[in-house]
């Protein structure tokens, strides 16, 4: 008997964030709630204000985030066209809790997790991927690795204020402050 121990199944919570389907494993999820848009827009507004807004919900404080900010560098969701509230994730666990906005919800499905192969296996964030039933292949994401990613990211990119290398007096007597250069480089196939 030949068993494929590279196959794996999981029930996974399919949500839209703009026009792309995410799966999140429904372990990883405390809770569902929706939100008025109207609320939502405050939240945000708030962020822009004070940095990081605080979603309360049941006694519990949660971290308000827009799951598109993780997947495509897009702070918060279009409030101005929605009228109906939105599905808000509630994540928890022992190091933070987090309130993901999402577009919409799908649904609830038993999902076969897949490998994403060489390319995609060492970006920490994914857990794998599925195939739909209309051929359409859905990455699964592992919720707290990408949160704890964007924390540790957020907090190396927050210069302290004397970060910066400060260049010798200019002719003229004044200090010039020199921003770092930053390479990127891609070695893909």
């Known amino acids: ?8 199944m999981n029930r996974a919570l399919m949500v839209r964030v703009g026009e792309d389907a995410y799966a999140i494993p429904l372990n990883q999820i405390e809770g569902i709630v929706r939100v008025s848009p ?10 822009q204000e004070a940095g990081t807004p605080v979603y309360q919900y049941a006694g519990q404080a ?20 929605q ?6 994730l509630l994540i928890r666990s022992a190091d933070h809790s ?15 997790v897949k490998s994403v ?20 292949v859905v990455i699964i994401l592992d919720i707290h690795s990408l949160i704890r990613a964007a924390q540790a990211q957020q ?6 204020p004397e970060a910066l290398p400060v260049e ?16 990127v480089v891609d070695d893909s196939v």
Do not use: K, W
């Not at 308000?64 to 997947?71: A, Q």
């Not at 987090?98 to 076969?112: K, M």
């Open 1 to 8: 008997v030949r068993l494929p121990f590279t196959l794996a």
């Open 38 to 47: 109207y609320e939502l827009s405050d939240y945000f507004q708030a962020r």
């Open 62 to 81: 949660y971290d308000l985030h827009y799951l598109g900010r993780f997947v495509h560098d897009v702070a918060q969701p279009h409030l101005d066209s």
């Open 83 to 88: 009228s109906q509230p939105m599905p808000v």
């Open 98 to 112: 987090v309130a993901l906005v999402v577009d919409n919800l799908i649904g609830s499905r038993e999902v076969v």
């Open 117 to 136: 192969g060489p390319q995609l296996a060492r970006v920490a964030c994914i857990s794998g991927a599925t195939i739909l039933g209309d051929g359409a």
């Open 155 to 160: 907090a190396a990119l927050a210069p302290a």
């Open 168 to 183: 010798p007096a200019t002719p003229y007597g004044e200090e010039r402050q020199v921003a770092p250069l930053v390479m």
